[in-house]
């Protein structure tokens, strides 16, 4: 059984262009969260999509945005990139669940130059 | 708002020996959800642990052992006779779920553990 899984693994783009990220959730997960994970910091949540709506979103500008599939998968834009977004962004999936837990991905190292 | 705090930024053992990995954090809520993840240096978090609210017993998995206290509002990770597959960064997480469904996670900054021979 396949987890997460995200591509591509690593991307370099030129400050001002747009990236998009894939996600494939686990099997039998329905909700997908993004985060965001600078070198040397721990993981910074992005927002997470139930039912292909946005359903939380943390602190981050509108420059960042997602959808979701209705198989569930899930794609992250972010607009106008700035040096700083370079980062880390993993993707995680759980069944819509208190407390479940959740399975993520090996992430998307973004290299903006 | 909701705060994890992990004060030990980076811990250097040498195999066999013990070592705990220290957790505090901040709630409001009465009914949140606490984990352990590790990150290799692959980048994947692998989940380790949960513990909810209601349940402050202690618990033990093989090498691991973990001492949650409300009262301190701490939630330690230990690790017994520590090996070199043991280095990667440990993150202690906390998630409120108020409304029952899956939350955001709240991540402390992360402990770097080496485990030399």
């Known amino acids: 059984d396949a987890g997460v899984t995200q591509s591509p693994t690593h991307l370099i783009k030129t400050r001002g262009q747009q990236v998009t990220l894939r996600c494939s959730p686990k099997?039998?997960?329905?909700?997908v969260s993004w985060y965001q994970q600078a070198l040397g910091q721990g993981p910074q949540f992005i927002f997470q999509?139930?039912?292909?709506?946005?359903?939380q979103r943390g602190n981050f500008p509108d420059r960042f945005s997602g959808h979701q599939f209705p198989n569930y998968s899930s794609e992250l834009n972010v607009n106008a990139l700035l040096l700083g977004d370079s980062a880390l962004y993993l993707c995680?999936?759980?069944?819509?669940?208190?407390?479940?837990?959740?399975?993520f991905g090996s992430g998307t190292r973004l290299t903006v130059v | 708002a909701q705060k994890v705090t992990q004060a030990q930024t980076e811990i250097s053992v040498v195999e066999k020996e013990d070592v705990t990995l220290d957790c505090v954090y901040e709630?409001?809520?009465?009914?949140?959800?606490l984990f352990w993840y590790k990150q290799p240096p692959s980048g994947e978090l692998v989940f380790l642990i949960r513990?909810?609210?209601?349940?402050?017993q202690n618990e033990i998995s093989g090498r691991y052992s973990w001492n949650f206290q409300k009262s301190t509002s701490s939630f330690n990770f230990t690790i017994t006779a520590s090996q070199v597959v043991d280095s990667a960064v440990y993150f202690c997480?906390?998630?409120?779920?108020?409304?029952?469904?899956?939350?955001?996670?709240?991540f402390g900054t992360g402990t770097r553990l080496q485990v030399t021979l």
């Open positions: 513990r909810n609210s209601f349940d402050e």
């Open positions: 997480a906390l998630s409120e779920d108020p409304t029952g469904t899956a939350s955001k996670l709240t």
């Open positions: 099997s039998g997960h329905d909700t």
């Open positions: 709630t409001r809520d009465t009914t949140y959800y």
């Open positions: 995680a999936s759980s069944p819509d669940r208190e407390g479940y837990g959740y399975t």
């Open positions: 999509y139930y039912e292909e709506e946005e359903r």
